[in-house]
């Protein structure tokens, strides 16, 4: 998972079962190696 968190990029290598949380305003972008399966999870209007 890519993320930005006060202007600087960052990343994490999820493995299964992890949770990545973004916060309200964090810009994410997920470049899965390989096959993945993700599951998101909104609140309504978030998009």
């Given at each position: 998972m890519f993320y930005r968190v006060n202007g600087r990029e960052k990343s994490s290598i999820l493995k299964a079962g992890d949770i990545f949380y973004a916060s309200?305003?964090?810009?994410?972008?997920?470049?899965?190696?390989?096959?993945?399966?993700?599951?998101?999870?909104?609140?309504?209007?978030?998009?």
């Amino acid at each position: 998972m890519f993320y930005r968190v006060n202007g600087r990029e960052k990343s994490s290598i999820l493995k299964a079962g992890d949770i990545f949380y973004a916060s309200v305003g964090t810009e994410h972008i997920a470049h899965p190696v390989g096959e993945a399966r993700i599951l998101v999870v909104e609140k309504e209007g978030s998009v």
